[in-house]
């Protein structure tokens, strides 16, 4: 059908948005927020540029800053455009971004600390200014009071302190022995939703180090993942769109027809749920009818090591008694012991040169120099990962994704027959228990064609390909890299972590996290517990209520800091977070934002920070997932409009309340980060030192500028350059460009130069890290070190293949391009008035009409939801539309705010997710499984 849109003029627009000669206000400069604000518009004002990163969301788009000076010298932001310099989003940005000066002059900001009202609860917006001076004392006096001890804190931190202030949180944490961090996004997406990936890849960090060379492929296929191009990711999206210019073949899985799949060459719109059946179903016909690169297999990955069955039926590696893994000689029955660690396969452990079998020969059997196994049956991992998923036919997986068998297989000899071809890593978070498996799945079909590090496939990160290599030869020289927060890459960073903070000798109270010693507790008591509960709130709630015990005593938490986060809106559900901090056992909830959230009415203490443009960087950043090599940074546009601190501030003061040692925070700096503590000591006490033109402190935030500082001169002597050279090319482009991608390929290429950092140095089908994790007891389908099925489960007691009832729905949510995961900035009046003009669209609850007529509910009308699972209800607005299936609604999550301090966000209403989404974790790290589940609807 033809789909016809109306007309726009300029008069619709306004009446439509609401943007009248009231609402026009929103759009003008105020010259409330700046002095500059008439000046900036007369045409003898000067314009200056800086460079920064915007903050909109992890894909870390640099950012060319437009400024105006007027004739009384006050400065105003007036544009932001993508930074032409940088190749990372190269020259462009998204809607988000381009509007993001608005969160600065946002009339909502936090604008000086708050502190709640004597008498008042949690939940209530009732608070009183407040000096800097007054909020340290209040915290500092109820530390002591209520006598709360370091295990007794629990930090949460958004994607934002995760990304840019991890060098100062994590040793903030080990300075103040805080064993327990809550981290947003890494419990449902970047741990949950990667760590299939990272497993097979050996990478491990925000969205996996990964940015695929769209340019360059000739077959493309998303499989759950609109957000990377059409919600959040401008890098990829220009890299797609160029992709597309060149010709590339597009094929999307999606329930919806999404952003991305609306520029696809074909829209499958899969059953939520079964995206692991399509791609098993992929996997196996490419390795039945041997549609994958056959050299890069045996050479490079895990493939040709040889395994068995052990007597529980387990598969298992054949390795000597050095844990050495065998393999066969292609052609023949001779087996060969190949290094431990390496990325070739060719060389065994005597210098011999052969060529590995990626299929062993019938009737091979363990031999008996095995450290185990001897006299069973031997096969390759490739032949195992056959009889694992040989029922996963074409004809088996339409049963329950419902697409057609004979479109499975024409697209998989479609993917399997083109070079180079890419199925993308995507960016959704857990959604389902089976997506930790279905990213496994993608990435061996990627690694079958040899896509891997290698042009029209997955490029790994410039910065990934940088530590690895001086990882690796550490490695060879046998020596340890110091300050492991930025040196150590991929699997060797994510067990770090792990250790860090699962272990509680590394504490001096001796208390691991809270999440370790119920996950302890649960496997003590025979439940399943989690088993990688790192930097999760999986027993937040249980140590809040008392319910957690550590060592015959009850392991409360009683303190929370909240920082740039907010897991009311974003953790689920809204009730689990809102009785934690309404709890009588929590004496404090302190929170930093820039704005209001549906977080921050349940804090204490309420401590403003600056927005991205107000600030310089106190450090000096690997430029995000760009495939090239370079450093970038951020520089403030204009000095912050109010009375905010930056957060290295604000962890050193917390810090002197905490545990009165601030000089752990630089020793812990300088251990995990490398930033030496005396220059770093020395330049903040001569900084605090400094006076401005009145003669009071010329730095509102020294440490911060004292860690900049320093951050500089050690970033410049890592470069071979002094501090000025460096800051001279960031200051005009805002880019330090050090190696381009193909460069970086020729000597880092992973794994066909370098090994990665599994186990074995190799691409593993194989997994190690779930062969560690079974070795450790966990048992479910999840732990399975070769890929396998597990279903959705999202209705008691019955398959995917059985009917829904008449009312009933499967769940699905998604972003919209207007509003990152930080959801506040849907208060930004440029996109609220966009989001206001699509508002049926981005706030209603999609239904195809077939369902919709059947129900007898109509367009605009409103519904109520259940959640058939957990019998969560909310409310929403229905919007009828065919670009949805049948058997599912849909939801944009970006609205359904709360807090009426948000006046935009608040005013635009929507169904929020977190009313319907339970508390219901998968068992490897708990990342929640918020689409599994159906919901029935009524009309209300």
Known sequence: MAWNFPKLSRRTFLKTTGLSTAGLSLLKFNPLLSK????????????EINYTICNFCSSLCNVKVTSRIGHDGNKRVVKLDGNPNSTLNRGKMCARGQAGLRQTYDPDRFKNPLIRVEGSKRGEWKFRDATWE????????????????????????????????????????????????????????????????????????????????????????????????????????????????????????????????????????????????????????????????????RVHTNMPFLVYKDDNNQWQLVKDKEERPMIVWDGTSDIHILPAYTNYNRMDINGQIFCPSLNAPEGLVVPDNAAAGAGKRAITVLQAQLEEIDFCTPEWAEKTTTIPAATILRITHEFGNSRPALIDPGWHGARFGNVMMTRRVQAMIQALNGGIDKEGGWILSG????????QYKAKQDNKELPAPMATKAGMDFALFVVKAFSDGKNFPHGHPGWAWAYSQQQKAEGKVGVALPVLADEGFKESAEGKVMWEGKPYLTRALFVNAANPVRHYYPDTYWKDIMASSHI???????VLPSDTTPYADIILPNSTYLERSEPTFYGNGVNQDLAITTRYAAIDPLYDSQELPDILLKLTEIISGKPEELFKWMEMLTGLPADATKQRLEQLRNEKDDKGGPKYKSPFMVACRQIGLVETAKRLNITPEELD??????GIYHEEDWRDLLVHTAVPRKLPTTTASGRIEFFSSFFDMLRSQGHNSPHFNVLASHIPAECRAGKTMEQPLEADEFYFSYGKVPTVSYGSTNSNNPVLAAINTFKKDIYTGVWIHPDRANKLNIKNGEKIKLRNTLSGQEAEGMVYVTRKVRPDTLFLHSAFGVENPQLTRSYAMGGTATNKLIPHNVEPVVAGFRSQEFTIKISKV
């Open 463 to 470: 910065e990934f390909h940088h530590k690895l290599a001086n």
């Open 728 to 733: 001279k090319v960031l200051r005009e482009k």
């Open 36 to 47: 500059s604000a008439q000046a900036a518009t007369q045409s003898e004002s000067k314009e």
């Open 587 to 593: 004496e404090l909830v302190l929170a930093v934002d």
């Open 134 to 297: 007054e909020v340290w004392e209040h915290i500092a006096k109820k530390v002591k009071d209520a006598n709360i001890q370091p295990w007794e804190w629990t930090m949460i931190g958004g994607w934002t302190s995760c990304i840019f202030y991890m060098n100062w949180s994590v040793p903030f944490a080990m300075a103040n022995a805080i064993p327990n961090i809550v981290a947003s996004p890494m419990q449902h997406c970047v741990t949950t939703g990667h760590l299939g990936t990272d497993a097979v890849t050996g990478t491990f960090n925000v969205h996996d180090e990964i940015l695929p060379d769209y340019d360059n492929a000739k077959y493309i296929v998303y499989v759950g993942n609109n957000s990377s191009i059409a919600g959040v990711s401008t890098c990829r999206a220009v890299r797609f769109a160029q992709g597309k210019k060149n010709g590339a073949k597009v094929v999307v899985l999606d329930p919806r027809l999404s952003e991305t799949a609306a520029k696809a060459d074909e829209w499958v719109p899969i059953r939520p749920g079964t995206d692991l059946d399509f791609c098993l179903a992929m996997l196996r016909e490419m390795l039945a009818n041997q549609l994958y690169d056959a050299e890069f297999l």
